[in-house]
């Protein structure tokens, strides 16, 4: 098993050198087995089944119609009785093999899938949460459209089409597994507005604009009439695109200079574009240079996933709560660090982690964090006597910040967020001070059963820390036993602020969270899962450290 390594990024990872085209779900188990390292023989079993019935039923027929194998075959190379019977029974399946009937039969099969992706998204109640999902849907179904005129046409090289067909079958038949599965368990909304566990369909969904991506370019080199680029799946002047799918792209896009910039960079239809285009295009379109931390924290803000790539829904959306791209002295680059250096604001939490963190705070404490419920905006939470307020701020960029007001039932705008503390600084009197959100360990609001996912088939002594699914205020640390199990602690927090965990019989008592990981980093807690936000934490809290000198600077100045 030494070669495990090898092997997997050689033939097996996302643009290795020999990638094989693998369903995204062997893949991602792979990655995970080589995590653990258990040395099973039987690692690349299912991967080694999914090659050979790959190679039997699409490879290896095309190679045996091939001139080459006739040439082979005519020059006395060999004899077919020298061939072994899977040879044999191979070159019997290809005699009864139409690539064209296995190309429609495949892509009629492919639209029957999108069309039932499409009817799980449109049963969910708020479109803005799925637009992504469901615009990328929309890729497919019009990739597969595009490809069914082509095979009616002839101008399709079928033999180098079927193959990615029934990959792109396996990714679907996966993604609407996963789909069901969450909507069976009741899970589904959960997954969709967990920043942590939103990750995990965007995975799947990435991979699936892969294959039709590679579908399209095949298309692409088979026929003069249509052409595509790696950052671009297919172009609106080429093709004719269902009216609903422009429709989406003029309300995903407010800012019409943004617009301007995704349609003149990548094409307006291009759903996804890779990193390293995306962020070259941005800094000559705002004509300035992006440093390296303002580039990392870019980047977690529009590929948390670390797919390398960023969707045209998450740059709209980005828009919207950082915009405009560009404007009078200032670009969304730099509306970026004027917001995320403020510390007042905690970035993706959820409404319950926001509860969590202020639970026991004096009144009047606050934080702003991004909003779930209104795509691109944000959301203030405080405390007012034990009891948890979250008041919207509509982000309607280039106009500024909407705040509704309860008592005028009015809304008033603001042009800054910063502007919308000042003005509500009688209720809003103290930001949270909290360094938990940004620890490597940190795992917010996942619950028991979501921590058991996350750290299945990971070695002894993985570790995470959450907020407690039971009991508001408290927390829990899961963790990977020695067995390979499980086991979770409750981590309670008394009235005096202490932390209060129970071990071997015996109640320790905490300053905080990190002395308690700390404690046990030796025994239970070696190796923790990662946490999105650690990885700009060091940019972030230089940031604020630099505007604080600032500040006391102009307090000395002015005092």
């Given amino acids: 098993m030494k070669r495990a390594p090898q092997l997997l990024s050689t033939f097996a990872e996302v643009d290795s050198q020999m990638e094989v085209n693998i369903p995204f779900r062997i893949r991602k188990s792979l990655q995970e087995a080589m995590k653990v390292q258990h040395g099973e023989t039987n690692l690349f079993d299912e991967l080694q089944k999914h090659v050979y019935d790959m190679l039997s039923q699409d490879v290896f027929p095309i190679f045996m119609t091939s001139e080459m194998y006739a040439d082979f075959l005519k020059n006395g190379k060999t004899a077919l009785h020298d061939r072994s019977p899977t040879i044999r029974s191979i070159e019997k399946l290809v005699k009864d093999t139409n690539h064209t009937n296995v190309a429609q039969e495949q892509t009629a099969k492919c639209r029957q899938l999108t069309a039932k992706i499409a009817t799980i998204y449109k049963q969910y109640d708020d479109p803005g949460v799925v637009a992504d999902f469901v615009a990328m849907n929309a890729e497919v179904d019009n990739t597969l459209f595009f490809f069914e005129k082509m095979i009616g046409d002839s101008m399709a090289d079928l033999n180098s089409c079927v193959p990615i067909l029934r990959n792109l079958s396996e990714g679907l038949l996966d993604y609407i597994a996963q789909l069901d599965q969450l ?46 680029s790696t950052s671009s799946v297919m172009d609106v002047s080429k093709m004719s695109v269902d009216k609903q799918h422009m429709e989406l792209i003029d309300v995903l896009f407010s800012d019409l200079e943004g617009k301007r910039f995704w349609g003149e960079s990548f094409g307006i239809l291009s759903l996804w574009v890779p990193w390293i285009d995306f962020i070259r295009c941005l800094s000559a379109f705002v004509r300035d240079e992006i440093s390296s931390d303002e580039e990392k924290v870019l980047q977690y803000l529009l590929d948390g996933s670390g797919l390398g790539a960023v ?60 909003s ?83 750290l299945r088939a990971k070695a002894p002594g993985t570790f995470l820390i959450r907020f407690s699914s039971s009991v508001l205020g408290a927390f829990a640390a899961s963790y990977v036993n020695d067995m390979w199990r499980v086991e979770s602690l409750l981590i309670r927090k008394s009235q005096a602020g202490k932390f209060l965990v129970s071990s071997h019989d015996e109640e320790l008592t905490f300053n905080s969270i990190s002395q308690l990981v700390s404690n046990f980093q030796d025994s239970i807690f070696r190796i923790s899962t990662p946490n999105p936000l650690h990885i700009v934490t060091d940019v972030i809290l230089r940031w604020r450290t630099e505007i604080e000198s600032l500040e006391s600077k102009l307090d000395d100045i002015f005092s």
């Avoid at 915009?323 to 509306?335: A, L, Q, S, W």
Wanted: aromatic share 12%; charged share 25%; hydrophobic share 35%.
């Fill in 183 to 228: 909507r069976s368990n009741g899970r589904l909304e959960r997954f969709l507005t967990s920043n942590r566990l939103r990750i995990q369909l965007e995975e799947i969904n990435f991979d699936i604009h892969r294959k039709a991506n590679l579908l399209m370019s095949r298309m692409g080199k088979n026929s003069t009439s249509t052409s595509t």
């Fill in 311 to 370: 969707s045209q829904h998450k740059f709209s959306e980005f828009l919207r709560a950082f915009g405009p791209i560009i404007g009078n002295n200032t670009n969304c680059v730099r509306n970026v660090k004027l917001i995320l250096r403020e510390k007042w604001f905690y970035g993706f939490l959820s409404k319950s982690e926001s509860e969590h963190l202020l639970f026991g705070q004096p009144s009047g404490t606050y934080l702003i964090r991004f």
């Fill in 372 to 454: 779930r419920s209104k795509v691109g905006s944000f959301s203030i939470a405080f405390v007012v006597n034990g009891k948890y307020y979250h008041i919207l701020i509509n982000s309607c960029q280039p106009v500024g910040f909407k705040v509704l007001e309860n008592e005028t039932k009015k809304e008033k705008t603001f042009l800054k967020v910063s502007d919308i503390v000042k003005h509500y600084d009688y209720a809003l009197k103290a930001p949270l001070s909290s360094t938990l959100p940004f620890e490597k360990w940190f795992q917010g609001d996942l619950d028991s059963t979501e921590s058991q996912a996350l």
